[in-house]
């Protein structure tokens, strides 16, 4: 069954601690992105990588870093320097001219 | 700089009564894509709406595009409780260093009541 894969569901982050969420997809897509929610709002763009080895900032980049070692994996580390990282985490992956397919997201809370 | 707009961003209705969601936006692009969210969960592909005049359904929803106007609406045909979630338009960016990418609109959070 082919699909996206967020991990973990939920996760806590105590001051200071850099957090790492996950994302693996088996759809075989060469795009991934990586989006943040907040209560009553929109998606915002946090990252995208197009291929391997290659990734750029989206919109609200600062505090947050990816790496895109393998196609089906673009994991995203939420680091000391996001203030404010309490949100809802949604990574996405598309190929060819399909709508960009979504995970089940990552909800992250600080301690 | 591309935004993208919705209106209304919350909508009680009753059921079985007919209205309509509107998605603006600020820049040429030629793809807009209808999402569909329910509380907590992820986002589920509604429409995919590629050029002008663009029209598609899928049971009590209709999307359309007006590429002119840089307008989409999402129609909603007699109501029923299940069509109760947040829906969100995005508008791929057509140029420049941002090409590619998707702006979401803020959503409309709809609730269907008896």
């Known amino acids: 069954d082919g699909g996206i894969t967020q991990s973990p569901k939920y996760l806590f982050r105590k001051e200071g601690q850099n957090v790492t969420l996950s994302c693996e997809q088996n759809l075989n897509h060469d795009a991934m992105y990586w989006y943040r929610q907040d209560p009553g709002q929109g998606l915002r763009l946090i990252y995208y990588?197009?291929?391997?080895?290659?990734?750029q900032k989206g919109d609200i980049a600062e505090g947050y870093s990816v790496s895109r070692e393998k196609k089906e994996s673009f994991p995203l580390t939420v680091t000391s320097a996001q203030k404010n990282p309490t949100a809802f985490y949604l990574c996405a992956s598309k190929g060819g001219s399909q709508p960009q397919h979504f995970g089940d997201g990552t909800r992250l809370s600080i301690l | 700089e591309l935004k993208v707009e919705q209106n209304p961003l919350f909508l009680s209705m009753q059921e079985g009564k007919n209205y309509t969601i509107y998605c603006n936006y600020s820049t040429t692009s030629d793809r807009l894509y209808w999402y569909r969210q329910d509380p907590g969960k992820s986002l589920e592909s509604l429409f995919v709406l590629l050029s002008n005049g663009a029209v598609k359904q899928e049971g009590r929803l209709m999307a359309s595009l007006d590429t002119k106007a840089r307008l989409s609406t999402l129609h909603i045909t007699a109501a029923v409780h299940d069509l109760s979630a947040t829906y969100f338009c995005?508008?791929?960016?057509?140029?420049?260093?941002?090409?590619?990418?998707?702006?979401f609109g803020q959503g409309t959070i709809l609730t269907v009541h008896p």
């Open positions: 995005a508008v791929v960016n057509a140029g420049g260093t941002s090409y590619g990418k998707l702006t």
């Open positions: 990588s197009q291929i391997v080895n290659d990734f």
